[in-house]
């Protein structure tokens, strides 16, 4: 049985045979061999099926991967796109667009996509509560907020103890009614993701209160909580740490916690390291959105190490990198959606990509 070790020399193996065969059709003024990198990624041609780019590096992920389907960019032309989510009702992607200040929204039926929302306050994470109605954590604004169905927006969250929240980045909801979220203050940090200003609270993760309202902080012991998730059952909360971009001293992996009662977060440990051999080194990117499948796998946004890393990290229930999905460029969050969920949206720095997998996301958004 091959070994996750073997299946990455593989994968490395592969794009050295490209890389050389590319080389030498050049020379010879044949046709050029593509690499998968160097795909048409506009989903019309495919290089050949199965998709070379979602790569089993354990047989346990063997069973997501369908075999005549491929990897399809939707849309391009972004500054830096974060915060898909799916709505169900109105069969349409939301995202956003945070230096451009907007969110857009592409349609399942036909394809389209248009300008949903600006300004949207530089909005950063965006998902659905379970009465369909849409929450953003606006980088602009330090803020959540949730739009009602009337149009009218509600401020959920932007001071803590008195003190302005950072930038709010990623939200999620809990059966309960709760909204939890993450406050790395990434769009305070430059003019260009926000408005530049200081962090006057500690990073940390919150929880609102579905009957008063109140915001309580879950905990503040990771540098920077990002991307946050959970377990099908909502008995685990995993969340991305990306505190390695300011924080020498941070881990770079992903944190897991009990839920108690629905409100409480105890005995935080790690869930997995985003580091990685590759090239007969270890490198180490981070994971920045998650979402979990309803076999309990967790899939990792990921990025800044580059070709073999960048894209889509899948681990199993017990932390073990199982599979990939190689993207030309950062991905930075992802959400399963489609009228199965069984279709995987990832936003990559300036493009929207899918995927068709053999599991559902196991949450609405």
Not at 142 to 159: F, H, I, M, Q
Request: aromatic content about 10%.
């Amino acid at each position: 049985m091959k070994t996750q070790k073997d299946n990455q020399t593989n994968l490395m193996d592969r794009r050295s045979f490209f890389t050389r065969a590319t080389g030498a059709a050049a020379c010879l003024g044949i046709a050029r061999i593509a690499r998968a990198i160097d795909r048409d990624w506009s989903g019309i041609n495919p290089l050949r099926y199965p998709d070379p780019d979602v790569v089993v590096l354990d047989p346990r992920f063997a069973k997501y991967k369908i075999g005549n389907t491929f990897i399809q960019r939707l849309y391009t032309g972004l500054l830096w796109s974060e915060g898909p989510a799916w709505n169900g009702v109105g069969r349409y992607l939301v995202w956003s667009d945070i230096p451009n200040d907007i969110q857009l929204r592409w349609l399942e039926e036909d394809g389209h996509v248009s300008v949903f929302r600006h300004p949207s306050g530089n909005s950063n994470g965006n998902t659905f509560d379970f009465q369909g109605r849409q929450i953003s954590c606006e980088h602009g604004n330090r803020r959540v907020v949730r739009y009602e169905p009337n149009g009218s927006v509600t401020v959920l969250a932007d001071r803590w103890d008195g003190q302005p929240l950072n930038a709010p980045n990623d939200v999620v909801v809990h059966p309960n009614g709760s909204i939890w979220f993450t406050d790395p203050g990434y769009g305070s940090l430059a003019d260009y993701e926000g408005h530049k200003g200081p962090l006057e609270i500690k990073e940390a993760v919150y929880r609102i209160d579905p009957q008063s309202g109140k915001i309580e902080k879950a905990t503040d012991e990771m540098f920077k909580p990002n991307g946050l998730c959970f377990s099908p059952d909502y008995q685990k909360l995993y969340v991305a740490e990306t505190g390695a971009t300011h924080y020498p001293q941070a881990p770079k992996n992903i944190v897991v916690f009990n839920v108690i009662d629905g409100s409480k977060l105890r005995n935080g440990r790690e869930f997995a390291s985003m580091k990685m051999r590759l090239k007969n080194a270890d490198v180490a990117g981070l994971a920045d959105g998650i979402r979990a499948d309803v076999d309990g796998n967790i899939w990792a946004a990921s990025g800044w190490v580059g070709e073999g890393y960048d894209g889509v990290h899948i681990f199993a229930p017990d932390g073990q990198r199982i599979g990939q999905i190689l993207l030309p460029e950062i991905c930075s969050n992802l959400c399963f959606g489609g009228s199965k969920r069984n279709r995987l949206f990832m936003t990559g720095s300036q493009s929207i990509y899918a995927v068709y997998v053999e599991t559902k996301g196991a949450h609405i958004a």
